[in-house]
């Protein structure tokens, strides 16, 4: 049984890009939540999905947005990069939006912004 | 507001010397507690929570943590660490309102086994 995938793994950008991450969620799992880990840093909380909307949201610009597909994936866009947005982005998945879901995390995307 | 604060962002400890990791929360509502460790190049993997049912959290790899609401603690234990216990440790603590598994983490704790 394959666990929560991401794609891709390693990225680099520049200044004022745009870039999409992946994430596949465990099978059976119908909940998309997305963090991002800076260096040094706990994992900070994104957004989450499910049924295919936004439920909730961390203290994020609009430049971060998101998508959930049918198939329960997920993406993140971020717009207009700034070199603070280099990272690890984390999605987990989950059963459900209950806090007492275990979530389970993916190997993350590790963004670089030039 | 939820926040978590994890002391000592580097522990060493000897190889079968006891493991002692520190979290202490703060929420405004009965919170629910997470340990989760990070290996290198990899995602997060849950230890274990805490969700109410009783203060003393058994989990994974011999971990155990104990919820002490008058201290607002949530301590990370193992008697004896092993070599492959050597991670990043991250609290994290969420609450029921909203039916939301938001989780807000503490900055880290790196856990070192010396040989």
């Known amino acids: 049984d394959a666990g929560v995938t991401q794609s891709p793994t390693h990225l680099i950008k520049t200044r004022g890009q745009q870039v999409t991450l992946r994430c596949s969620p465990k099978s059976g799992h119908d909940t998309v939540s997305w963090y991002q880990q800076a260096l040094g840093q706990g994992p900070q909380f994104i957004f989450q999905?499910?049924?295919?909307?936004?439920?909730q949201r961390g203290n994020f610009p609009d430049r971060f947005s998101g998508h959930q597909f049918p198939n329960y994936s997920s993406e993140l866009n971020v717009n207009a990069l700034l070199l603070g947005d280099s990272a690890l982005y984390l999605c987990?998945?989950?059963f459900g939006t209950g806090v007492l879901e275990t979530q389970y995390f993916g190997p993350g995307t590790r963004l670089l912004v030039l | 507001a939820q926040s978590v604060t994890q002391l000592g962002s580097h522990v060493s400890v000897s190889e079968g010397a006891l493991v002692l990791l520190r979290c202490n929360y703060s929420s405004s509502v009965p919170p629910y507690l997470f340990w989760y460790v990070q290996y290198p190049n990899q995602g997060l993997q849950l230890l274990l929570k805490?969700?109410?049912?009783?203060?003393l959290v058994k989990g994974i790899n011999g971990f155990e943590a104990e919820f002490k609401k008058s201290e607002t603690s949530f301590h990370l234990t193992k008697p004896s660490a092993h070599m492959r216990d050597a991670a990043e440790y991250f609290c994290a603590v969420s609450h029921g309102s909203g039916n939301t598994g938001k989780l807000i983490f503490g900055q880290g704790t790196t856990l070192q086994v010396k040989p």
């Open positions: 987990a998945s989950s």
């Open positions: 999905y499910y049924e295919e909307e936004e439920r």
């Open positions: 805490y969700t109410s049912a009783a203060t």
